[in-house]
Nanobody, 120 residues
Framework: QVQLQESGPGLVKPSQTLSLTCTVS??????????WSWIRQPPGKGLEWMGA???????SYRPSLKSRTSIYRDTSKNQFTLQLTSVTPEDTAVYYC????????????RGQGTQVTVSS
């Protein structure tokens, strides 16, 4: 069974860069045809797909976040990382990593999530 675990800081200051890492076990991030995604849920709102890295290494991003988002992977550690630059309080959310067959919030496996608060 695939397991995913998010890690990173819980508090980030405005204008700084948020960096979260997802560690995957029970399956390789380079195998088969899966999208390894980052999604988030701001308080009181629904899930929002942010971007993904395909098992081939190709990345895709939500258009409204594309200028601030980068996703890359470390295949030796079976990890993939989200970087979000120039954060504002509106980026406060629970952040999840997950796996799916399509680059959306539809996931077959998902981590427990990590709370990130943007505040000075």
């Amino acid at each position: 069974q695939v397991q995913l675990q998010e890690s990173g800081p819980g508090l980030v200051k405005p204008s700084q860069t948020l960096s979260l890492t997802c560690t995957v076990s029970g399956g390789s991030i380079t195998s088969n045809s899966y999208y390894w995604s980052w999604i988030r849920q701001p308080p009181g709102k629904g899930l929002e797909w942010m971007g993904a890295i395909h098992s081939s290494g190709i990345t895709s991003y939500r258009p409204s976040l594309k200028s601030r988002t980068s996703i890359y992977r470390d295949t030796s550690k079976n990890q993939f990382t989200l970087q979000l630059t120039s954060v504002t309080p509106e980026d406060t959310a629970v952040y999840y990593c997950g796996r799916g067959r399509v680059p959306t919030t539809t996931l077959d496996y998902r981590g427990q999530g990590t709370q990130v608060t943007v505040s000075s």
